[in-house]
């Protein structure tokens, strides 16, 4: 008994010896499983595919782990490079080009043993091009996982939903907006939206140049920034966080409901501002209060800002 004891500590030093140098000479390998199908991890892209598609109108895509850019090109084609596994399935049915990722998302488990470059993401990217001069009816985007950036195009009716990845929007002319974001940044530069609703939260909004006309901002957990920005109505309501408004311009007003945050406009031009906090001090123009009402200005064109808990200042 005590012999075979013995031998049993003998065989676990040996396993753990090996076990430390397969570790520190990257000698073990991370695996998951396809199914039930076990294959070893890569974050490798070494697949990628051209596809050849007839003309669209409307642009659908659901992806599970892959960065996406919509933009413009010299024919309507789609492009994919990544793991290929993970690989899309595109087709164009009535006018309305189909994406549609399979393979395994983020959630992979993992067994074996690494102690360097444990966590890597997989840099799987499906780009969409379309021809210059043509407004797509309609986009929807669903995205986990990954970035989205689309660019220079025009679009009548946007929507655009995703988790865990950031949504930028550069050049963009879009008549309908629906967008709704967690856990991953919404960028607008050089862009115009013409209505809708943009929802984010735990992330932020960043506007810098464009116009947002009838916007409504819906943010929980995260800032507010917009730099040269031309409000044509619209409102943004934030649970959290701090709004920063800069070198901006407001047409037919602009309402600010913030429950707890900070306050800041600098160099907005508006007809007035009228400015409320329950609890925190508001500034207008060197003109003070600890809490209560300030208005500035005349009574047309106006800037409501409304703030439960934090600071407003304008100047």
């Given amino acids: 008994m005590k012999k075979a004891f013995k031998w049993g500590w003998v065989v676990l030093a040996v396993g753990l010896l090996f076990l430390l140098i397969g570790g520190f000479a990257h000698g073990a390998k991370n695996v998951v499983f396809n199914g039930w199908r076990p294959m070893v991890y890569s974050t490798k892209p070494d697949f990628q595919k051209d596809y050849a598609v007839a003309d669209f109108d409307q642009v659908d895509v659901a992806t599970s782990n892959a ?11 789609v492009q994919y490079h990544g793991r290929k596994s993970a690989r899309p399935s595109v087709k164009v049915l009535n006018g309305r080009l189909i994406v549609r990722q399979k393979g395994s998302t983020e959630k992979n488990g993992f067994i ?4 360097f470059d444990y966590s890597q993401d997989v840099s799987n990217k499906l780009t969409v091009y379309i021809p210059d001069n043509v407004k797509l009816k309609k986009i929807r985007n669903l995205n986990n ?3 989205t950036h689309m660019q220079g195009i025009s679009i009548a009716n946007l929507e655009a939903i995703g988790s865990d990845g950031s949504l930028k929007l550069s050049n963009l ?5 629906n967008i709704e974001m967690r856990d991953g940044d919404v960028y607008l530069e050089n862009t115009n939206l013409l209505g809708g609703l943009v929802t984010s939260e735990d ?3 960043d506007v810098q140049n464009g116009a947002l006309r009838n916007v409504e901002l819906q943010q929980d957990d995260g800032d507010i920034s917009m730099h040269n920005v031309a409000l044509d109505g ?3 309501n934030v649970s959290e966080g701090d709004v920063n408004i800069t070198e901006s311009t407001v047409t037919r007003g602009y309402s600010l409901t913030n429950s707890d945050g900070d306050n800041v406009l600098r160099n907005v031009n508006a007809g007035g501002f009228d ?5 925190g001090d508001n500034t207008v123009f060197g003109n003070s209060s600890e809490s209560g009402h300030i208005h500035s200005g ?3 064109n106006v800037v409501i800002v409304k703030n439960s808990d934090g600071d407003n200042t304008v100047r």
Avoid: L, P
Wanted: no cysteine; glycine share 10%.
């Fill in 67 to 77: 960065d996406v850019t919509i933009r413009r090109g010299d024919a309507y084609r």
């Fill in 112 to 115: 074996g043993f690494r102690w």
């Fill in 145 to 147: 996982y990954g970035d």
């Fill in 173 to 177: 002319n879009v008549d309908t907006t």
């Fill in 203 to 205: 992330s932020d909004i």
């Fill in 234 to 236: 619209g409102k943004a």
């Fill in 275 to 279: 400015v409320t906090n329950s609890d």
């Fill in 298 to 300: 005349t009574t047309q």
